[in-house]
Structure formats: C-alpha cells, structure tokens
Nanobody, 124 residues
Framework: QVQLVESGGGLVQAGGSLRLSCAAS????????MGWFRQPPGKERGLVAG????????YYVDSVKGRFTIFRDNAKNTVYLQMNSLKPEDTAVYYC?????????????????WGKGALVTVSS
C-alpha cells in the first residue's frame, strides 16, 4: 500500500522559514516525479513545485521562485520543500504527490498518489 506522509507544517511569522518533508513508502520512489501542491482556504489546489524522477530537474510557480526549494533524497524515500521568506499568502494546506515517470508535468488530476496534507499558517 502506497503512503505519502507530510510533516513539518505549523505556524510561523512572516519572513520565517519552514521545511516540509514527505516520506514515501510502498512504491519505487526513484521512479516517481514528486510535486508539492497547496490549497489555500476557500481556493483550489495548485502546484507549488515539482522535481523529476531522473537527473532531477525542478519546477516552481512564479510566486515561490527564489523563496522555496524542492529536493529529494532517494535513499530516504523523502522529498522536501524548504520554504523561506514566508508570506501570509503562503498560508495553505500543503500536499505532496507522486507521478510515475512524469514527463515533467504535474497536473492536479494526473498525479498517482497523494498525501493527506500539512497545514502551514503564516501570520503577519
């Protein structure tokens, strides 16, 4: 059974940092592209960052470029999202998701597995 478990969420002041972790089990982790998504209150879920499964390349939405970093440790079956210079508009539930050998795309309706999410709240 595949499981993705996020951790590291919490409450932080604007300008602060958090690191989210997503531990995967039940799948061949290094064959999956991984994405971090977020869903702000009352809004739809959207992609934040993605990392490919081979010769890892990364993707970021414009709003987090230069502030967030996605990276993976295949030996630990874990993907991370380092979030710096956090803003109140970053407040959301953050989800990690996996997609089998993705071609570099991370569609919300095309990911194979999802975690249950971690709440990040940024106070002003």
């Amino acid at each position: 059974q595949v499981q993705l478990v996020e951790s590291g969420g919490g409450l932080v002041q604007a300008g602060g940092s958090l690191r989210l972790s997503c531990a995967a089990s039940g799948l061949t982790f290094d064959n999956y592209a991984m994405g971090w998504f977020r869903q702000p209150p009352g809004k739809e879920r959207g992609l934040v960052a993605g990392i490919s499964w081979n010769a890892p390349t990364t993707y970021y939405v414009d709003s987090v470029k230069g502030r967030f970093t996605i990276f993976r440790d295949n030996a630990k079956n874990t993907v991370y999202l380092q979030m710096n210079s956090l803003k109140p508009e970053d407040t959301a539930v953050y989800y990690c998701a996996a997609r089998w050998r993705s071609d570099g795309s991370y569609p919300v309706d095309g990911m194979d597995y999802w975690g249950k999410g971690a709440l990040v709240t940024v106070s002003s």
